[in-house]
């Protein structure tokens, strides 16, 4: 028996080992896709990693750091569209900034370039940003790939519309309103995607405010020609209340202020 005993606490001690090596080779070295094959390879230099239980969150929290791109920032962000309560319904292009400044994703409709559907409407989605924690700009921006199907009908017909609505964090969930409730509001937003010119300043903006929000992106594989874009606005309108939607103008739309959140 005695000699069997020590069998198995040697046999323990040895997993134990194996079990704590293993461990640190995970945590320290984060999963990135390669560009072979879309595999999953170790990549030590990003790391992203949850930050404190989940009474300790605002929303849920991220810290992105090891970022090459845009000179190794700190960032964090909050997961939520309503880190605070929207807008009075009165005030609707403050509505409309807030809820962009907010989303994380947005549905993004293209018309369709691609058999059988060609001239159809086509409806994906996708994350957005419009800045960083420090500054909000109100111009939806996206990180896109040409092997998108919404891209390929961008390629054709670069006009696009997207919506975002309260529904997409928890605020119309605790007042207990639908999605197609007037008073959880929605803005929808019409105009043509522009590719940014790589290097240029608001191309280097763009990747930081959509790494900012999103920081996983900043992983994906070089592969798929990943390229950064705006939609150039040419309507904005807002539902939040009873009685229909309110036209917003462009130019009030951007001057608008929000809080700092």
Avoid at 34 to 59: L, Y
Avoid at 175 to 188: G, L, N, T
Avoid at 239 to 246: A, C, K, L, Q, T
Wanted: positive net charge; glycine residues 4%; hydrophobic residues 35%.
């Amino acid at each position: 028996m005695g000699v069997h005993n020590v069998k198995i606490s040697v046999l323990l001690t040895i997993l134990t080992f194996i079990c704590t090596v293993s461990s640190v080779w995970i945590t320290s070295k984060p999963l990135q896709r390669t560009t072979s094959g879309d595999k999953f390879s170790r990549r030590p230099n990003v790391v992203i990693r949850p930050r404190a239980t989940t009474g300790e969150m605002n929303a849920n929290r991220y810290v992105l750091s090891g970022l090459g791109d845009i000179n190794s920032v700190k960032l964090s962000m909050s997961n939520d569209i309503d880190s605070e309560d929207p807008p009075p319904h009165s005030q609707v292009t403050k509505m409309a900034r807030y809820i962009v400044s907010q989303s994380l994703w947005t549905s993004f409709a293209t018309i369709s370039s691609r058999s059988p559907t060609t001239g159809s409407p086509f409806a994906t989605i996708l994350s957005i940003s419009d800045g960083t924690k420090e500054k909000s700009t109100g111009i939806p921006y996206f990180y896109m790939t040409p092997q998108d199907l919404s891209v390929m009908d961008l390629q054709v017909n670069p006009n696009a519309s997207i919506v975002m609505s309260l529904a997409q964090g928890t605020y119309c969930d605790s007042h207990k309103y639908d999605p197609e409730d007037p008073r959880c509001a929605i803005v929808s937003i019409t105009g043509h995607i522009v590719k940014l010119k790589i290097g240029s300043s608001e191309e280097k903006f763009a990747k930081a405010a959509i790494f900012y929000k999103h920081p996983i992106m900043s992983t994906w594989p070089k592969s798929h020609a990943w390229f950064c874009a705006k939609l150039e606005i040419v309507n904005i309108l807002v539902r939040d209340y009873f009685g229909g939607v309110s036209n917003i103008n462009i130019d009030e739309y951007f001057n608008a202020t929000l809080p700092t959140y």
